[in-house]
């Protein structure tokens, strides 16, 4: 008598089917790679500094309601080191993490108007928010110019080629730029000068944040 066969094993004929699916890969592509390369040499150097790439990957956020910034996490064991004011700009460096004490979320962060570093707390036992998410986009205020150069001179230009380039572009109140690397004091004009990039065009450079006046030329969103 034919000996009777046993059936196949449950989830067989599944994991035959699984098999020939192929497996989504998570790997880009060397044209994906090239396309993510040209977006970020913004410059067309054929390089990407360093500072430049870390910048990508920065966590800012903006203070939305005026708050302090203490010494250490814990609040009782803490000193203010000074007052933050509506619109100022900080990296978080580390957190959020829970202020068991008094059940808050707190973050160490650098406020980059004066390079301070301290504990900030994100929200109040109320719910009131003390910084929001953002902080790399800024709106012109008052019409300036974008230069390729950080030296409003052009003495920042690579070699001639590079200063043949250098033409300015004026940028229009309302427009909305983004941060590439953050304001520092231009010394032989006392302005203070950021690397940007413009969302309406994507052109990028160089652009006065604050006049050596105190002239607000651009404003956090």
Do not use: Y
Request: hydrophobic content about 35%.
């Amino acid at each position: 008598r034919p000996s009777a066969k046993a059936p196949p094993a449950a989830g067989k004929a599944e994991e035959d089917g699984d098999a020939k699916k192929e497996t989504p890969s998570s790997e880009l592509s060397e044209e994906q790679l090239v396309r993510l390369f040209n977006s970020l040499d913004e410059e067309e150097d054929g390089s990407i500094p360093k500072s430049r790439f870390i910048n990508f990957v920065r966590h800012f956020m903006k203070v939305s309601k005026e708050t302090v910034m203490t010494s250490e996490m814990v609040i009782k064991e803490s000193k203010t080191l000074r007052r933050l004011e509506v619109g100022e700009v900080v990296e978080v460096l580390q957190g959020p993490v829970e202020e068991t004490t008094v059940k808050l979320q707190r973050v160490n962060a650098k406020a980059l108007q004066d390079g301070l570093q301290g504990w900030i707390t994100l929200e109040g036992n109320q719910g009131t928010a003390f910084l929001a998410e953002g902080g790399n986009l800024f709106k012109v205020v008052t019409e300036t110019i974008l230069t390729e150069a950080f030296e409003l001179d052009g003495s920042g230009a690579k070699d001639a080629t590079r200063k043949l380039k250098d033409t300015t572009r004026k940028l229009k109140v309302g427009e909305i730029v983004e941060a590439r690397e953050w304001a520092r004091k231009e010394e032989k004009s006392g302005l203070m000068r950021m690397k940007c990039k413009c969302r309406s065009d994507g052109a990028s450079g160089w652009v006065t944040t604050v006049g050596n006046q105190g002239t607000v030329f651009l404003e956090v969103l």
